[in-house]
């Protein structure tokens, strides 16, 4: 079992920064990759960033140069650097463990091919 626990959102205006962290707890040693994801109301859940066990990142198209995906290994936390953030960035980011599959981190489906979520922690950002 893993649990995760997201803190750091908050209300910015646009153009400001935030940054995200997630605490994992329990087995943690099994897990292959980890990510962020953001659902907006009346929207799907989708993925923001990923990292797997090496370092390696993949990052959505709309985030890219403006987000940034870290992991502390010695901490058991994940983190997400937000700048530039923009209204559309507004939603309820979710941090997720893959303890399944391996290999690649992929965002898609999200539900699917991650197994562990945190509870999620609100972004908004006004213009």
């Known amino acids: 079992q893993v649990q995760l626990v997201e803190s750091g959102g908050g209300s910015v205006q646009a153009g400001g920064s935030l940054r995200l962290s997630c605490a994992a707890f329990?087995?943690?040693?099994?897990?292959?990759?980890m990510g962020w994801f953001r659902q907006a109301p009346g929207k799907e859940r989708e993925g923001v960033a990923t990292?797997?066990?090496?370092?390696?990142?993949s990052y959505a198209d709309s985030v890219k140069g403006r987000f940034t995906i870290s992991q502390d290994n010695a901490k058991n936390t994940l983190y997400l650097q937000m700048n530039s953030l923009k209204p559309e960035d507004t939603g309820m980011y979710y941090c997720?463990?893959?303890?399944?599959?391996?290999?690649?981190?992929?965002?898609?489906?999200?539900?699917?091919?991650?197994?562990?979520w945190g509870q999620g922690t609100q972004v908004t950002v006004s213009s």
């Open positions: 997720a463990a893959d303890t399944r599959y391996g290999g690649s981190c992929p965002m898609h489906p999200p539900k699917v091919r991650y197994n562990y």
């Open positions: 329990g087995y943690t040693y099994s897990i292959y990759c």
């Open positions: 990292i797997d066990i090496n370092g390696s990142t």
